[in-house]
């Protein structure tokens, strides 16, 4: 009778690795299902809304008291500023790809409008004329504009994308409409959002295919403008002076930066912890707005600073994956134009908390307090969710998965069955 075969010593390390394999291949899957690219937007996007929320009630709480107010006043006006922005978001997110289309020029041509009204009865806010009040409502036509403006380059540039290679192509009519959009905010002199739209414009241009020789002369000029605008200003010139200089007054142009680098200090790994910040206590202007990431740093420590970039990080790879995986020119290019915006703006933020870059008095997105620019970014991110949705397999995959309440009423009407007795 023949000896039962032994199994290899060598046969185990195979089968480890195979399961290891599959394990991989399984974590792998689930990042390139279909649907990820929505649940990333979604999560990520939720989750930095009411991180923001609760911090703007901790760092505004204090400033709030000493102006005679409620400690809830500027928590209870970005709750209600939150609550408008998710029906438009939502709303956004169901939108087809064709509505988008089919808006970009007016959106375009209302923003700009707006835009203008402000030189006629804006309000002047931080030193910068791009407010507008109607009633009780204070508006900020800047932050429409920026969402306008993707939509639109994105039509335009799809439109035109096999005759980018020649210059005149890529530069008409992108350069006149969006060159005049911009101008018309350094206009109302916010620097800070006008190189947000010249980032966001740089982003559509590059995924559409512009040529890199056109680029290299778009920033040369550029640059050229902005030196020009900063040499204008005297304001200006002392925050970029005070930035590149080794000593400056503590008490005057480093004032702001140096108390925010203390409040990132403070924090070290674990934080103070929530509500405990020092810097609050009216001695970090913008504390609850521009400087808000570094309340994050002294309350929640590193852990939260660390938490808050990769949330950006999520909202940029789940970007970049819509723009990989959906076939239409029009989404790739306007997905990229809104990730050059949020992703770019919450950079020049956190530089300038951080002593990277100069104070330029750009809002943290989705966090800082401000209610124009998180209504439309919850509608920008809602419109890039809805690209999601229309990616390949994406609403057949949505459609197939049960809803949360059909679940758990199909639990719930689930007859018990009870084991029978021996």
């Known amino acids: 009778m023949p000896a039962p075969r032994q199994p290899s010593r060598g046969s185990a390390a195979p089968r480890g690795a195979a399961a290891a394999g599959r394990g991989l291949g399984a974590r792998l899957g689930q990042w390139n299902s279909a649907v990820t690219s929505y649940y990333v937007l979604t999560g990520a996007t939720a989750i930095l809304v009411v991180l923001g929320l609760v911090m703007v009630l901790s760092s505004s709480s204090v400033e709030s008291l000493a102006a005679d107010k409620s400690p809830y006043a500027e928590f209870a006006k970005q709750a209600r500023f939150a609550l408008l922005g998710l029906p438009a978001l939502w709303v956004a997110s169901r939108m087809p790809v064709r509505f988008y289309q089919a808006i970009a020029w007016p959106a375009v041509a209302v923003a700009a409008g707006l835009q203008l009204m402000t030189f006629l009865f804006g309000i002047d806010g931080n030193g910068n004329k791009n407010w507008l009040a109607v009633g009780p409502i204070v508006l900020q036509p800047s932050e429409a504009a920026k969402v306008a403006l993707a939509l639109w380059l994105g039509v335009v540039l799809a439109r035109k994308q096999s005759l980018l290679q020649d210059w005149k192509h890529s530069l008409i009519p992108v350069l006149p409409v969006a060159g005049g959009l911009i101008g018309l905010v350094l206009l109302g002199d916010d620097l800070g959002t006008a190189l947000v739209l010249i980032l966001l414009v ?67 790994w674990w934080g103070l912890g929530l509500g405990a910040s020092r810097e609050k206590w009216s001695y970090l202007p913008e504390a609850h707005n521009d400087f808000i990431f570094a309340i994050i740093g002294e309350e929640l420590g590193l852990v939260g600073t660390l938490l808050v970039l990769v949330l950006f990080a999520l909202l940029a790879l789940a970007m970049l994956r819509v723009i990989r995986r959906h076939p239409d020119p029009f989404v790739q290019i306007t997905t990229a134009a809104i990730a050059f915006w949020v992703i770019g703006q919450a950079m020049i933020n956190i530089g300038v ?22 209504i439309m970014t919850m509608i920008a991110l809602g419109i890039v969710i809805s690209f999601a949705r229309a990616e390949p397999g994406a609403a057949q995959a949505l459609a197939a998965r049960p809803g949360v309440l059909r679940r758990s009423l199909a639990v719930v009407g689930r007859p018990l069955t009870r084991t029978p007795r021996p």
């Open 353 to 374: 908390v951080i002593g990277l870059a100069p104070v330029i008095g750009v809002p943290l997105p989705l966090v800082s307090a401000g209610g124009s620019a998180l």
């Open 202 to 268: 740089a982003g559509a241009m590059f995924i559409a295919g512009v040529p890199m020789r056109v680029f290299a002369v778009a920033a040369v000029a550029a640059g050229a403008c902005v030196a020009l605008l900063a040499q204008g200003s005297a304001n200006r010139m002392a925050r970029i002076a005070s930035w590149l200089s080794d000593s400056c007054d503590i008490d005057a142009e480093c004032y702001q930066t140096l108390h925010g680098t203390w409040g990132l200090a403070t924090g070290g």
